[in-house]
């Protein structure tokens, strides 16, 4: 279940009257410490700081100013921090309560320039006794929090996406598999106008930096962890170098974890049997093989892609084609919606035929009600569902049927909606009938 940041009404003030107010921003400047000594705070007592923070109190400097706006872009950010996390910590997503979710990383961030953020990432996990994918998980919460100004405050943008990359990459340097496959899947994509955010993540690194990840990809794969090998095969098949990104594929489905599923806030990564799959499927002399890996991601893994794929493998009039695009429709696939729609168009059309399909005439019975098939109507709500997600052929095949029943506004309506930009801000993926919507709007 995804969660979205809530920015709640402002709690207790980030600074107090007491201090000037560079003494108390020094709070966010300071690296992780087993063991430090404090002065005394007029504003918060040494014990207090204590208790605060299990790496100890922080020092306070002396000196400066910080200006009203950024007091309240500070204010702002963590106040939205709180929020989030709290969200998250709740709904089990991150391993730390609000609190020390938000002091982790503003630890982290305040202290990039002055230790080795390795080090200090590392040290962060041992102190607050959580694993480094857990500091992963709260650089991917991070990076999702919204940016919420005040439309009567002037402020800065907020710092949580440079703040979610330098955790994001910490941890790829301390060869964390989920950080370095989230950063090296966005690069992958980053080609990809159909993925403007991979290409956003993978344009705020340096090339310095995405040099490091590379290398801890490379190192990865050398151990054997599937993601990598598969993600290092997509590069080399982009190269051209086919076979040698086939001998990756295939090692890493020798070694995958079918019950693994990739979190919804990670880049897209593509699994190893689709993966082999796709490479394979086309050469008729290893459909054998593609066949095999999709049956290893659709019947082991519950991959809806690969149940999506080897459905083509099936006669399109037969029972375990129905079932494979019926679960692939089912679990969100588009295409899969828009053919399992016109498998029950075919089927309004020969309805009288339809006992003769032996095992598939069984499995739509439920469709017949009272002597009535009503193939039409349940082809008519998958043409919809997918309309709705975004699908333009199904919404040219909407506007079909309202002309044949003679509902002109409402066939102009799914043609006006054909013109409407990709719902996810990518490129446009069937300009021919974008065009073909548009010429049918002017007659």
């Not at 991917?140 to 919204?146: D, E, Q, S």
């Not at 799959?277 to 659709?298: H, I, P, S, Y």
Request: with cysteine; aromatic share 8%.
């Amino acid at each position: 279940m995804s969660l979205r940041p809530i920015v709640a009404r402002p709690v207790n003030p980030l600074f107090k009257i007491g201090l000037c107010i560079f003494c108390q921003s020094r709070s966010l400047l300071q690296p992780f410490r087993r063991h430090a000594t404090h002065t005394a705070s007029s504003s918060l007592s040494r014990s207090k700081q204590q208790q605060k923070s299990p790496l100890g109190a922080r020092d306070y400097g002396t000196g400066g100013w910080v200006s009203k706006e950024q007091q309240a872009r500070l204010a702002v950010d963590q106040n939205a921090r709180i929020q989030f996390f709290s969200r998250c910590f709740q709904g089990g997503r991150i391993q730390l309560d609000a609190t020390n979710a938000d002091e982790l990383v503003t630890e982290l961030w305040s202290s990039r320039t002055k230790v080795d953020p390795v080090s200090n990432v590392l040290l962060a996990a041992e102190t607050y006794k959580i694993n480094l994918a857990d500091i992963t998980q709260l650089a991917l919460a991070t990076g999702r929090i919204v940016d919420s100004q005040k439309s009567n405050l002037r402020i800065s943008p907020s710092i949580h996406n440079p703040m979610s990359d330098f955790i994001m990459l910490s941890c790829s340097k301390a060869m964390d598999p989920t950080a370095v496959l989230h950063i090296m899947g966005a690069v992958y994509l980053s080609n990809n106008n159909t993925t403007p955010t991979a290409k956003t993540i993978a344009n705020r690194m340096s090339r310095s930096e995405l040099k490091d990840c590379e290398e801890a990809l490379r190192q990865l794969a050398i151990k054997g962890n599937t993601g990598a090998l598969t993600l290092q095969g997509q590069f080399l098949e982009r190269k051209g170098q086919v076979e040698q990104a086939r001998a990756l594929y295939e090692k890493a489905l020798e070694k995958c974890d079918t019950k693994h599923e990739l979190d919804e806030w990670e880049t897209p990564r593509l699994a190893p049997w689709n993966a082999l799959g796709f490479l394979t499927m086309d050469n008729k002399d290893q459909k054998a093989q593609a066949k095999a890996a999709f049956e290893k991601g659709a019947l082991e893994a519950d991959d809806p892609v690969s149940y999506f794929h080897l459905a083509s493998f099936e006669d399109p009039m037969s029972a375990n084609w129905l079932k494979y695009m019926t679960k692939a429709a089912a679990s969100g696939d588009l295409e899969a919606m828009f053919r399992l729609a016109c498998f029950y168009t075919k089927m309004a059309a020969e309805k009288d035929s339809v006992p003769r399909y032996g095992r598939v005439a069984t499995m739509v019975a439920w469709l017949t009600l009272k002597g009535e098939a009503r193939y039409f109507r349940h082809a008519q709500e998958w043409f919809m569902i997918a309309a709705y997600s975004g699908h333009k052929p199904s919404m040219l095949e909407l506007a079909e049927m309202s002309f044949v029943y003679g509902d002109q506004e409402k066939a102009k309506r799914y043609l006006r909606d054909m013109l409407a930009p990709p719902l996810d801000g990518g490129k446009e993926e069937w300009p021919r009938l974008v065009e073909e919507a548009r010429k049918r709007l002017l007659t």
